[in-house]
Every structure is written in structure tokens, then in C-alpha cells.
């Protein structure tokens, strides 16, 4: 959805003060890591990428009757005519970055934790161990975020499948915001403030979070 947050970007102009510093206390935690969470930015969009042993959630119901199942999966969130291709005209751009679409999620199964294609080159990763509490932490945010009520089919052997999601996609609750309410569902100390959640925000506040994590010694994260 690249070109949408350059719309949004001029949009916002001068209004937008950028990343702010916040201070956030984090603790070590006494529990090991049971599963690695990977955050994932390519300049314009961003999301999760998690394993599927040990997800105590169905996210894929037609994994097991894949020929070869892969073992990852990618998680964003965007506009739902655009991750459909139904609508990526200038128009659509403009509409809904002053009023809503519908949300929607966009999942991709990988191989390896990391994405493919164009944007995969782009793309930079951030791992994030967690514990017990902070995987059900990750999931319960997830689940509140995506409407099970209607299911959408993929061919065979296609890694990409749809979820339609309970929140409405505006310039104030984009991609980006879907990361921002994961990564503090576990507890990350999430640093970044803007009036619109960007690319250049999200590096900042994930290298600086990241960091902080490994100074405190803090090796699995939970809420």
C-alpha cells in the first residue's frame, strides 16, 4: 500500500510532530521463551510474521491439507479493496485517507520467518522472544482485532488467505496501528508517538524498544 502513505504523509504536513520520547518501565521475565515473534517494516507497511507450532489459535483451516504446510505465517492489516486489488485507484487513495474502508488482513504463509518478494528485500526484521503470557497476549489482541464470521477460500497450494477484520482501516487506525496495539498487548515499551503512525516512527520506536530490551537482559517478554 505504498503510495496511500505518501498521500497520507502530505496529508498530514506540518501537523505531524514526528516520534516523541516516553519512558516506560519493562522487567525481566522469570518465564523462558516459547515462541519468537517477528515484526516486520518495508518502508511502508508492517506487520507480524509468527510460527505455527505452538499457536494456540486457527488462523489457516486449509494448512493440514496442503501438499507441503508451511511453518510461518505473515499477519498485516490494510484496506480491504486494496489488499483485494478491487480498488487501487488515486480516488480510493484520496477517499480513505479522509474518511474509512473496510479492514482487513492479509496472511501469508512462509517457509521462514521472513517475507518474500520485492518487499521482502526492503524489509527489516525485528525478533522478539516471548513467554506464555505474552504469546496469549499477542493472540488475545489478535483475535479482537479479526471477524471470524465469514470465511474466505484459497486455491490449493496458494500461501495467501483473507480475514475480514472488526475494526474499520483509516489514516488514524492504518497498518501500522494494527503493529503498535500488538507490540503493546505483550508488553513491548513501545516509545513511538505521532499523530499518524509512519514508517520512519515505527523503525525509531522498534530499534529504540529493542534495545532497551536487550540492556534491561530481558530475554522473553510478557505482559
Known sequence: ????????????????PGCMASSRRTRAADEPAVMTLTVFEDGFHSGFIVPYQGLPIELDRQRGSDR????YVEISYGDAAWLQDLDRSLLHGLRITVATGDGMFLMINHPFPACEGPDGVNARYWDIPLTAAGRDAFVAALDSWLDRSRAYVRPPDDPMFLFDSTHRYQLFGNCHDFTIAGLKAIGFPWNGHSIIATSGCMNQALTDGVERLRRSGITALGP
Do not use: C, E, R
Open 1 to 16: 500500500m505504498g503510495w496511500l502513505w505518501l498521500l497520507a504523509i502530505a496529508f498530514a504536513g506540518a501537523a505531524m
Open 68 to 71: 507441503v504446510p508451511m511453518d
